[in-house]
């Protein structure tokens, strides 16, 4: 595997429900990121871990509650979402220094129903 | 308040012909400006940047160039190709990790 993968690439599920995303980077990257793509609205950033560490918060529900357990992988758990959370979840990541080039998964695509 | 916009959200050109997406921003911090390209069901993937030091940054058919005073940016792509047919975003920083995205242009490309 190279780059940035996500599982799953598609993801439905009920309000009352609790899932998880993956992802994992192969680059030997220092900084994972999520970011949320709803249709018609720019790309919003989520969260920053940097060496495992949380940089940033950007004001994001506490219904999703990330992890890094590692510089290598990131999670994002979900629970009682709502139906406006649908959207496409992307993870990147990047070396970690200033003006460094982000690396993006393919993304989730979450639909709650 | 969107700090960066893309005011068209789509575009087509003919094959061989020059594409210009342009970009604005309000953000006078932002010191590097980032365009990103987008298949469907891919994520971006980076394409060319620009540091505010510069006005214009080449790399084979791809330029950007940045208007500070104007606060606008734009990507010039030439002679556009079909696998040049995508979304295209552009993002500001100034200096650390969190980028603000535009919302794109859908470019298409015709034969």
């Known amino acids: 595997e190279t780059g940035v993968t996500q599982t799953p690439r598609h993801l439905v599920m009920g309000m009352t429900n609790k899932k998880s995303l993956k992802c994992e980077q192969h680059?030997?990257?220092?900084?994972m990121y999520w970011y949320k793509q709803s249709a018609k609205k720019p790309l919003e950033l989520m969260f920053v871990?940097?060496?495992?560490?949380?940089?940033e918060n950007n004001s994001v529900p506490s219904r999703f509650s990330p992890e890094c357990p590692n510089s290598s992988h990131l999670f994002l758990h979900l629970h009682t979402l709502q139906p406006e959370d649908s959207a496409l979840y992307l993870c990147?990541?990047?070396?970690?220094?200033?003006?460094?080039?982000?690396?993006f998964g393919p993304g989730t695509r979450l639909t709650v129903l | 308040d969107q700090q960066v916009k893309q005011n068209s959200p789509s575009l087509s050109v003919q094959e061989g012909r020059i594409s210009i997406l342009n970009c604005d921003y309000t953000?006078?911090?932002?010191?590097?400006f980032l365009w990103y390209k987008k298949y469907p069901a891919e994520g971006p993937t980076f394409l060319i940047s620009?540091?505010?030091?510069?006005d214009k940054n080449e790399d084979g058919r791809f330029t950007v160039f940045l208007n500070k005073s104007a606060k606008h940016l734009s990507l010039h792509i030439v002679p556009s190709q079909p696998g040049d047919s995508a979304v295209y975003f552009c993002?500001?920083?100034?200096?650390?990790?969190?980028?603000?995205f535009g919302t794109g242009t859908r470019l298409t490309i015709i034969p």
């Open positions: 990147a990541s990047s070396q970690g220094g200033l003006y460094d080039t982000q690396y």
């Open positions: 680059l030997g990257h220092n900084a």
């Open positions: 871990y940097n060496f495992k560490e949380q940089t």
């Open positions: 953000n006078s911090m932002f010191d590097y």
């Open positions: 620009i540091s505010s030091i510069k």
């Open positions: 993002a500001g920083s100034f200096g650390n990790e969190k980028l603000t």
